[in-house]
């Protein structure tokens, strides 16, 4: 009896279990975006060297952040809280398999629109030891490229970051018990074959990222509530997020990459020195010239509830207030995103800039496919980078960064094209008209 009571109890809980697996939460019908972290770890080739044991279950380490970007891993020791990797073994090489398991939104499957991977990486950089994370296509077998070192400084903690967009709602990347796997490589090339760290791994998946239908042009829009501006009009951005690829962040002194309220503001005088009005504290101050010269620091805006307009871009202006050397020694440049070419594309740069005094930099970009510079996430990224020339890698420093985004310039009121009209010289202009005038005044400041 006390048997047969045991077996129903068995199957009972078997049964429980096999229901708990199959619930899954509804299918989103909108816009909709999820974070995950690693749930199990395995490895096929190299050696864990942290945690000393080898251990595959710790899959919290990678879960939250130990490191602070910009420092080695001597300098704020966090070994306990990553997982270290080596390989340059008999067998060259690592293979490093992370499983990302949904559980009950693994509903999402069939509505996923992109995926996007952000890590904390500390080893070589790309151009010496090539470290990438691919994510599986089941349907194809293959693994696709998410994200590489290849904008790592050498040996500090950097963040990486990749996405995929999927032409089309795609279950490809996903198994019907909702896993996703992510691999972790190196293959050197040979010769170069070193140790790696990491301290966090996300996972981000989108889904229902609609496309909209256009006889002239091809775009990706966010569903949201706010209706699609069809007239003129101005929004004001500033940087949300910044992460860092290149160089040194030395003010704030510990590196800090969340403290975007200071290029909010603007604590400097045009004009004057950093020494004649010590502004420090609102400002950010980058360095170089590092082991690995030059310097690359992305800024992220988000549209936020102004998503809508994404389409309807067509201008965006930049403004930074920015101290450093003259472009024609150290040049400094900002570069704009476009995410449907995949390159960056020249906002402005401080070839006109006094040297070494606040001096206000712009630029305007006319676009004609707004949509090209935003991504799915709603976001806008500007790059501050300096290339050089060789030998006059230097500092410099940023107080201020605001994008304005211009909606619908040059679009007529009425269906029909407007007559054309003499504006009188004392009247105010009520529709688009272009204007060309000539210098009336010169000034040599230097």
């Known amino acids: 009896m006390l048997i047969l009571y045991l077996l129903c109890s068995l199957l009972q809980l078997m049964s429980t279990n096999a229901n708990a697996m199959k619930s899954e939460d509804p299918i989103p019908t909108g816009y909709a ?142 198994t019907e018990e909702g896993e996703i796997e992510v691999r972790y490589l190196t293959n050197g090339p040979p010769g170069t074959f070193d140790t790696s760290a990491l301290d966090s791994v996300e996972l981000r998946i989108n889904v229902n990222e609609k496309k909209q239908t256009s006889t002239s042009k091809i775009f990706t ?84 509830s102004n998503l809508s307009i994404r389409d309807a871009i067509t201008s965006m202006s930049f403004k930074a207030t920015f101290m450093g050397s003259q472009g024609d020694w150290n040049v400094w440049q900002f570069f704009v995103k476009n995410f449907d070419t995949n390159e960056e594309e020249l906002l402005t740069s401080n070839l006109l800039a006094n040297d070494w005094v606040w001096s206000d930099l712009s630029g305007t970009k006319l676009i004609s496919l707004g949509g090209s510079y935003v991504n799915v996430a709603g976001e806008i990224i500007i790059s501050f980078v300096t290339n050089g020339p060789v030998g006059t890698f230097d500092a410099s420093a940023l107080d201020f960064i605001q994008l304005t985004v211009n909606t619908n310039e040059g679009q007529p009121t009425t269906t029909s094209a407007p007559a054309a009209t003499t504006v009188p010289s004392d009247s105010v202009p009520t529709v688009f008209t272009a204007y060309k005038f000539t210098p009336t005044k010169l000034v040599l400041s230097k």
Not at 150 to 173: E, P, Q, R
Not at 260 to 279: A, H, Y
Request: hydrophobic letters at 35%; zero cysteines.
């Open 221 to 304: 829009t966010l569903t949201t509530d706010a209706p699609v501006p069809t007239s003129i009009s101005t929004y004001k951005f500033y940087p949300t997020k910044f992460s860092l690829g290149r160089g040194k962040v030395i003010e704030p002194f510990d590196g800090n990459l969340n403290e975007v309220q200071r290029l909010k503001t603007q604590e400097s005088t045009l004009g004057m020195t950093l020494e004649q009005k010590n502004v420090e504290a609102g400002v950010y101050i980058f360095d170089s010239n590092q082991t690995i010269k030059g310097l690359d620091f992305r800024m992220t805006f988000n549209l936020g």
């Open 33 to 174: 975006s999820y974070t995950f972290f690693p749930s199990e770890f395995s490895l096929y080739k190299g050696k864990i060297t942290e945690p000393f044991d080898g251990n595959m279950n710790e899959v919290q380490r990678l879960q939250t952040i130990e490191s602070t970007l910009g420092m080695t891993l001597e300098m704020k020791n966090v070994e306990s809280g990553v997982y270290m990797f080596d390989s340059n073994q008999t067998l060259k090489g690592l293979d490093f398999l992370m499983t990302f398991n949904v559980g009950s939104k693994r509903s999402i499957r069939t509505v996923m629109s992109s995926i996007s991977l952000t890590t904390r990486f500390i080893g070589s950089q790309g151009d010496w030891n090539a470290w990438q994370f691919f994510v599986k296509n089941f349907d194809t077998n293959q693994d696709e490229l998410l994200a590489s070192n290849l904008l790592a400084n050498d040996w500090v903690w950097s963040d990486l970051t990749g996405n995929i967009t999927f032409a089309n709602l795609d279950s490809s990347y996903m």
